[in-house]
Each structure stands twice: as C-alpha cells, then as structure tokens.
C-alpha cells in the first residue's frame, strides 16, 4: 500500500499551509500596521504644518496690525527701555484660526524700532496648537518741519532785564534724545527790522540774527500740513483768555487722561507715573493767550491771537504765534522753535522778551513732537533684510 502522506521523493510535506498562512497574515498586519502609522504620521505633519503656518500668519498679522495703525503717541517705548506690549489680537486674534497675536515694540535707536510679533494658534487634543515668532526692524517716517532758527517773527525784536534768546542747539532738561545737535540762527527776522540785546539780556547763535522775507503761510507748516491742518488735528481747543496751571493728568484708572484741556503732557518727566511722557498734544487757542502760574506742557501750541507769557512757564516743542509774543517775568522756558507772524499787518508790531526768560532752539525737542504725534509719523520696514523668522533660529 502506497502511503499517501509521503511525498514521491521521500520528504514529509504536512502542516506546510498553515505557518504560510500565519507569517502571511503576520506580514500583512505589519503592512497594514505602517501604513496606519505611516498615514498618522503624515497626517500629525500636515496638521502641524497647517497649525504653523496659522501661528506665523497670525504673527505676521500683529506685525501689519502695528506697522499699519501704530504711532509712537499712542505710548512710545523709550530707547533702552522696557518694550511696549500691544495685544489687540490676545482677545481673539483671527477667530476662525483659533488663535491670538502679541507684539512687543522696543526702541533701539532715533527714529528706529524693533517689532517682534508672536502668534498661537489654541487647539485642544493631543495636538496642542502651534507658536511661532517673527521680527522686523522698522524706521519711523516723520514729517519735517525746518525750523532755521530759535524765534522767527516779522518785525523788531528786543531783548532785556535778563531775557535770553539762543540758537545754540541743546537738549531740554529731563527730555530723551539721540542724534547730534546742529546751532541755528538766533533770531530770524524781516529785512530792515533790528534785533537789540539790552542791559544783561542776549541774543545768540550762529549766526546771532539773520533777515529773511517772512510770509506766515508758508512758515507756518509741518511737513505738508499748514496752519489750517494742524488746527483740524488739535487735541485740545480752547478760547483764549487766563490759561494757568497746565500740567499732567490722569484718570480713575491712573492713565494719561487725554480729555483734560490742561493736560499738555509731561516735559519734565518729574511725575512719577510715566504715562504722559509720550503725550505731545497739539494746542490751538482761538484767541489772546496769557499763560502763567507754573504751567508746563509739550507739543504743537497754536496760538490765533496774541500770546503773553507771564512767568515760570515751560513748553518743549513748536509755538505758532499768529499774532504778538510778548514775554516778561521770571522762569519762562520754551524748548525748541518759535514762529510769531506779530500780526497780519503791513508794520508789525514789536516783540519783546523781558525778565529772566529763555527762548531756547532744541532740535531733540522738535524731533520728540514730530516723531511721537499720529498723523505725522509712518512706521515702516527697513529697506534690506528687515523680517526675520525668531522661532527658527531659536530666541
């Protein structure tokens, strides 16, 4: 009897299908095992990519948000300082990413700011989001406004009891500033007028005085913007008369309050709370001013009528003076430039400076007013290698 379990040649073939089919089945779940795998991971990519391509379009969002809208008035950082956090985007950013957006702002030189703008991405589950950082370096653009010299007026200018017209270029007391001085002219005036320094009063320069046709309309500009611009963007308007007692304030919240019509701002830098440092308002008075009693500010003071200074009052920045300046007591200061029209008419009236007063020319004064006032200032990126990705290289 042939046995039939024996192959013909001799060699015993049974349970041969069986192992077959077991390493068969076991490589197939292996297969299918990696390509589970292989296709999670893919998909843990693709989705982590998607998250980080949200977070840096957040990011950069933030960026264009502050590039776009930011001004240094809205609370400039100082050079050096601590960096100015904006988060509009930190109630939502985005909505429809499920994200947010924060940008610090730092000053590292005149007229040059660093932005650095982190975006998240929020998603729950085992993949948590995203976070990505970028950075730019930005230069602020300003409008110019040439002020040639420390006064400029129409007319004869007189000078005594102590009163100081100087345009030898220097940095207010208490004022942050960059860049290097340049002296100007002290007096600037009209042809035939005289510029006279009586008993211990000066006027000084380089040179002491110069003459110059003098058309108010056109000196009375910042950048493109005439006098009839600059008083659509005043901030504060107010009728003329007794003006006393300007100096900081600030609201229930401890914050500069920018309603208050002798709030000018904070030029000293003596009050504690910072947060009228960076206030520069412009000031448009309708009529006659008559400023005395301590006061201080900073700005753009426009003034329709005349001004009469009357002792220890302190302003950095630009005054416009369409009618007559007269100042007389002790302790005024202005920081900065005067214009004074002296009146509109053919022979203008003469201005006079008596008492220990200073009319001071200070290029760092006018560069604070231009750069920290909206509506004269653009931020902008550098031209050459200005964005940067902070999350590559791993700050």
Not at 104 to 133: C, H, M, P
Request: hydrophobic letters at 40%; charged letters at 15%.
């Amino acid at each position: 009897m042939i046995d039939t379990n024996v192959h013909p040649l001799g060699r015993d073939r049974r349970g041969f299908a069986l192992p077959a089919a077991i390493f068969a089945l076991v490589v197939v779940a292996l297969l299918v095992t990696a390509g589970f795998f292989i296709s999670g991971q893919e998909r843990s990519i693709g989705q982590s990519t998607e998250f980080a391509s949200q977070a840096t379009l957040l990011a950069e969002t933030g960026m264009n948000n502050v590039l776009a809208m930011w001004s240094p008035a809205g609370g400039g950082p100082e050079i050096g300082g601590a960096p100015l956090t904006t988060c509009d985007g930190c109630t939502g950013g985005q909505a429809s990413l499920n994200g947010q957006w924060q940008v610090a702002i730092s000053r590292v030189g005149d007229k040059i700011y660093f932005i650095e703008s982190t975006g998240v991405v929020n998603q729950a589950g085992r993949l948590s989001g995203a976070t990505r950082t970028v950075g730019t370096l930005a230069r602020l653009l300003t409008a110019d406004f040439a002020a040639d010299a420390a006064l400029t007026t129409r007319g004869d200018v007189e000078t005594r009891g102590g009163a100081s017209i100087s345009g030898f270029d220097v940095n207010p007391p208490g004022a942050v500033c960059s860049g290097t001085t340049q002296d100007k002219a002290g007096v600037i005036t009209t042809p035939g007028s005289e510029v006279t320094s009586r008993g211990n009063s000066t006027v000084e320069g380089a040179p002491r005085d110069q003459r110059r046709t003098f058309d108010p309309n056109d000196t009375f500009r910042v950048g493109e913007l005439g006098w009839d611009d600059l008083v659509a963007m005043a901030d504060i308007t107010l009728p003329g008369g007794n003006i006393n007692n300007t100096s900081p304030r600030f609201d229930a919240d401890d914050k500069c309050d920018k309603e208050h019509n002798l709030n000018w701002g904070d030029p000293e830098r003596i009050v504690a709370n910072p947060d009228c440092r960076t206030y520069y308002p412009i000031i448009h008075v309708t009529g006659t001013a008559r400023i005395q009693s301590g006061g201080r500010g900073q700005g753009i003071l426009l003034i329709e009528g005349d001004l009469d200074l009357r002792g220890d009052f302190l302003f950095q920045g630009i005054v416009m003076v369409r009618g007559q300046v007269g100042v007389q007591g002790a302790g005024n200061r202005v920081f900065g430039s005067m214009l004074a029209a002296n009146g509109l008419e053919i022979d203008p009236d003469l201005s006079t400076f008596v008492g220990a007063s200073v009319v001071q020319y200070s290029s760092c004064a006018i560069s604070n007013v231009i750069n920290n006032l909206s509506g004269l200032t653009a931020l902008r990126p550098v031209q050459n290698r200005a964005w940067v990705d902070l999350t590559a290289t791993g700050f």
